[in-house]
């Protein structure tokens, strides 16, 4: 079983940034890519980005290319989101876990998720 922490949530006005952080524990985090989706309210959860295990190789979803960044260190078995230049429509609670081509390898384990709210 794989434990997941996401933190680094918070309320942010338009145009602003947070980092969140996952820290993952259970499992050999360094043999899965991972990913990050996320909730808004009334909708289904969505895909994010995501990172290979090295961290060589990484890939978004559309609505935030050029704005979020994911990043890793196997080292503190923690994974990142930078994200920039947030909007209204980026609200919504951020969950980690690890990925398969967008798509939550463990989709029966999630964490508590980070609540991020962007003000207008």
């Known amino acids: 079983q794989v434990q997941l922490v996401e933190s680094g949530g918070g309320l942010v006005q338009a145009g602003g940034s947070l980092r969140l952080s996952c820290a993952a524990s259970g499992r050999t985090f360094r043999n899965y890519d991972m990913g990050w989706y996320r909730q808004a309210p009334g909708k289904e959860r969505e895909f994010v980005a995501a990172?290979?295990?090295?961290?060589?190789?990484?890939y978004y979803a559309d609505s935030v290319k050029g704005r979020f960044t994911i990043s890793r260190d196997n080292a503190k078995n923690t994974v990142y989101l930078q994200m920039n230049n947030l909007k209204p429509e980026d609200t919504a609670i951020y969950y980690c876990?690890?990925?398969?081509?967008?798509?939550?390898?463990?989709?029966?384990?999630w964490g508590q998720g980070t609540q991020v709210t962007v003000s207008s």
């Open positions: 990172i290979s295990w090295s961290g060589g190789t990484t």
């Open positions: 876990n690890a990925d398969s081509l967008g798509t939550p390898q463990f989709p029966s384990n």
